[in-house]
């Protein structure tokens, strides 16, 4: 067998900094390269054969991985807040970095984190930056309100945002004079510029074919709409990847952190490490669960009598992480199993 080369990089936006090492540890070249395609290609035709690497997860990752993978035996990638050894070292800079994670990588302790397929990571970021729209949407609607609070003008919050209304509004209120109307009127076109973009986004995603059929499936689930179910598709990606209900909900951020030590345990607020997205979708679905469920609805009432509401709509939401595991995991749809009681 061939001997294996090792490789560990510490990316940056500009430059990424590299360590090559043998099996033995013996460093076989080192140094760093600008991060381009063009550098990258160079840069590999003078590595030996062959190589696997690793590098640290960051918001450059997915390119370099995609352009790597192709001629790696091997490329991994580690989960940032699992690599202690670089967090906490006295002496840090890249060159070190690069050494360290090909040291982890050889000697195959290397914290590693899962790399969603190009097709999903593509699909991911679109969806992501509907969201972005979203919240610029809620701010200019906001905006709004404000301008005329500013301006004392009375109106009906309800109907603010119908079209119909807005105009009338503007029309025939004689508080709102030249040039406040022009600012609402702005602000009106940015919400419908944003709003159609918005629907474009969602039917351009619930039309994919690689999406269509997983996502139909997802919505058969009470409470669980196109959003719900597009975000969990392609931000878990492989629902394989977790052996049980528990880590799922870990992930989707619904538990919180454990601290023990000896015969002490301490349950913290829920944590911060998790997939916020995901954490953020599933809330606000469990908060309109019990609407469209007889099931969810008696488990928010059980939750709800012990005094906290908000723990009521965390158990909903992590109910709605297993019932979206069932259907994606048994590629079925979604059926209540309906069961008699008999009164002892």
Request: proline share 3%; charged share 25%.
């Amino acid at each position: 067998m061939e001997p294996m080369y090792y490789i560990g990089l510490d990316v940056h936006k500009r430059k990424i900094s590299y360590c090559v090492k043998d099996s033995g540890g013996k460093v076989h070249a080192e140094g760093s390269l600008a991060a381009t395609r063009l550098d990258l290609d160079r840069w590999m035709k003078t590595l030996p054969q062959p190589w696997s690497a690793a590098m640290e997860a960051t918001m450059f990752t997915g390119w370099i991985y995609d352009h790597l993978k192709p001629h790696a035996a091997a490329l991994k990638v580690a989960h940032p807040l699992m690599l202690r050894a670089i967090a906490a070292a006295k002496k840090k800079n890249d060159r070190i970095d690069a050494s360290k994670i090909c040291d982890c990588l050889r000697c195959d302790f290397l914290p590693e984190c899962y790399m969603a397929s190009t097709a999903i990571r593509e699909r991911r970021r679109t969806l992501r930056y509907r969201n972005l729209l979203v919240r610029q949407m809620v701010q200019m609607k906001n905006k709004i309100g404000m301008l005329l609070m500013e301006a004392g003008v009375s109106y009906n919050k309800q109907r603010l945002h119908k079209a119909g209304y807005f105009r009338e509004l503007l029309a025939s209120n004689p508080d709102i004079d030249a040039g406040l109307g022009s600012l609402l009127r702005l602000c009106r076109e940015t919400v419908v510029r944003l709003q159609k973009t918005e629907s474009a986004l969602v039917r351009s995603l619930e039309r994919d074919s690689s999406l269509t059929d997983r996502v139909e499936r997802l919505m058969t689930i009470p409470a669980v709409g196109p959003i719900t179910a597009l975000t969990w598709a392609l931000e878990v990606g492989d629902v394989q990847r977790f052996s049980s209900i528990k880590k799922a909900i870990s992930y989707c951020g619904l538990c919180g952190a454990e601290k023990s030590s000896g015969n002490t345990v301490q349950r913290t607020p829920l944590s911060k490490q998790r997939n916020k997205h995901l954490q953020t979708t599933l809330i606000e679905a469990a908060k309109m669960a019990p609407r469209n469920s007889a099931e969810l609805a008696m488990l928010y009432d059980k939750e709800k009598q012990k005094g906290n509401a908000n723990r009521a709509t965390l158990a909903v939401a992590r109910k709605l992480v297993a019932y979206l595991m069932a259907v994606d995991r048994g590629h079925r749809n979604f059926h209540v199993v309906e069961t008699s009681t008999i009164a002892a």
